[in-house]
């Protein structure tokens, strides 16, 4: 069974303030998605990482999916009251169905 | 381009009863995928429908069952609701894959069911 485990599962910081989210596993991913939810909405896609290594950037969030493709971490700088919410990643296995196994989240309060 | 819209939002069943939950995908989507959401917690994979036929199974009952139409609409059906099912349904569209990469989903808001 392929787990994704999220660090920190709570985070509440002060508007301004830089923040690291984590996302591991000791299984290996042929992509990684990032996605933000908000109270009684879906979540929604930020990013897709695919290559191990790589890095991507939008905007203050910065994303990156490690060398062996077992994990990612997300970065945000100067955080604003706007990225309050969940952040949920998700790994995809590849296969015929491309299912997506999630991490349980973690949720980000930036305060004003 | 529209997004994936669900229906109803909200409802509300006893347990023992049944339930169909609708979703229409993103002009242009042709896979459909389910996910329980329960308090707390990230998204489960129930199923996926790929052109009319399922395309891979979660770790659920077969109480869950589900269609996809020639219009690539979905419906997730569940019978005998238990308490435990309580959650937020989502349903997420998709193109195919691209050189075997999935480059994401689109969700739509669920379908908030409580089972009483």
């Known amino acids: 069974t392929q787990l994704l485990e999220q660090s920190p599962q709570f985070l509440s910081i002060q508007e301004g303030e830089n923040l690291t989210v984590y996302c591991n596993s000791s299984s290996v991913f042929s992509s990684l998605q990032w996605y933000r939810q908000e109270p009684g909405e879906g979540p929604v896609l930020l990013v897709t990482?695919?290559?191990?290594?790589e890095v991507k950037k939008l905007k203050r969030l910065t994303f990156q999916f490690g060398d062996a493709r077992k994990d990612s971490s997300l970065h945000i700088t100067a955080a604003q009251p706007g990225d309050t919410g969940l952040y949920l990643c998700a790994g995809n296995s590849g296969g015929s169905n491309y299912k997506l196994t999630f991490g349980k989240g973690t949720l980000l309060t930036v305060n004003p | 381009e529209t997004g994936v819209t669900q229906s109803p939002t909200h409802l509300i069943k006893t347990r023992g009863q049944q339930v169909t939950l609708r979703c229409s995908s993103q002009s242009g989507h042709n896979t459909v995928s389910w996910y329980q959401q329960a308090l707390g917690q990230g998204p489960q994979f129930i199923f996926q429908?790929?052109?009319?036929?399922?395309?891979g199974r979660g770790n659920f009952p077969p109480r869950f069952s589900g269609l996809q139409f020639p219009n690539y609409s979905s419906e997730l059906n569940v019978n005998a609701l238990e308490l435990d099912d309580s959650a937020l349904y989502l349903c997420?569209?998709?193109?195919?894959?691209?050189?075997?990469?999935?480059?994401?989903?689109?969700f739509g808001s669920g379908t908030r069911l409580t089972v009483v």
């Open positions: 990482v695919v290559t191990g290594g």
């Open positions: 429908y790929y052109r009319e036929e399922e395309n």
């Open positions: 997420a569209s998709s193109l195919e894959p691209y050189r075997g990469v999935n480059y994401g989903y689109t």
